[in-house]
């Protein structure tokens, strides 16, 4: 169960409102033991870094697992082994663009051989060939919500927006340029619910990457997945994020990504409904 408090803070003159959270962990016995390779979420809230004008402020979050780290080279081999589909020299232009694993040696790399690369996040992967593995997985992608709420947690708390000197460090990785190899899982911070890598190694997939603004498909028009993309106009900011400066280079990220597009440090993680 969540407590909600708020804490009125005096800025310039002005009264702003912020939120903190505070989680009690699950009780014992109470949740299923998460899947081998995740993690149990608690539900929460989160503060929208772009809403709607006359929607909540708050979005509650429900309880989920997500994986301790992300996806690497060596667990998508076995993927597509057991769905040929997916394989570079197989998949649909329609699903992946042309530059679809490029830093394989071979359209299919058994993880034994390339030792290097194995335990470092799978990149250059389409958002179609993320949901597909996760699918295969019987997971699923994260939301951009539920991403965002785990995200704000430091190595401590889980709003890490209390923490002066972890947004310090927040501001020291996104002003880093990527780099050009991912590095092995594991080797980022292990934040207050226990996952790894969320920040300073790469950029990652969420399920509904285009709603930071506005899109035809926000407005319920029929348009075919391979079409999604994140149009223009932003709604509108939450007060307590016009600081948050990772949080608007991660919407901002989003918001030029196509379903097909594959980057080099672009990867994802997988996400799972409690039972």
């Not at 997971?139 to 709003?159: F, G, N, Q």
């Not at 990504?257 to 594959?262: C, D």
Request: proline share 8%; charged share 15%; net charge neutral.
């Amino acid at each position: 169960m969540s407590t909600v408090f708020l804490v009125a803070l005096e800025c310039c003159g002005l009264l702003l409102a912020m939120v903190w959270t505070a989680w009690a962990a699950p009780a014992e016995g109470g949740v299923q033991a998460p899947p081998s390779g995740m993690q149990y979420i608690v539900a929460g809230v989160y503060v929208p870094l772009f809403k709607e004008e006359g929607a909540e402020q708050l979005t509650p979050v429900a309880p989920f697992y997500l994986d301790i780290y992300p996806v690497t080279n060596a667990q998508y081999v076995a993927f597509i082994q057991a769905n040929p589909r997916w394989r570079r020299a197989q998949v649909s232009p329609l699903l992946a663009d042309a530059a679809y694993l490029r830093h394989w040696q071979a359209d299919v790399t058994p993880p034994e051989v390339a030792t290097t690369v194995a335990q470092r996040p799978v990149t250059y992967v389409s958002w179609f060939a993320a949901r597909a593995y996760c699918r295969w997985q019987q997971k699923r992608l994260p939301s951009t919500v539920e991403w965002e709420y785990v995200a704000r947690a430091s190595e401590t708390v889980p709003d890490g927006h209390q923490d002066p000197a972890y947004q310090a460090r927040l501001l020291e990785w996104y002003t880093l340029p990527a780099p050009a190899v991912p590095p092995l899982i594991g080797s980022g911070q292990k934040n207050y619910w226990g996952i790894h890598d969320l920040h300073g190694s790469m950029w990652e997939w969420v399920a509904d990457f285009q709603t930071a603004f506005g899109t035809g498909a926000a407005r319920g028009d029929k348009e075919s997945e391979r079409d999604r993309f994140c149009g223009s106009g932003v709604f509108g900011v939450s007060e307590q994020e016009r600081v948050n400066y990772p949080a608007f280079m991660r919407y901002a990220y989003r918001s030029s990504l196509r379903g097909t597009y594959t980057v080099h440090n672009l990867g994802f993680r997988c996400a799972k409904d409690l039972p």
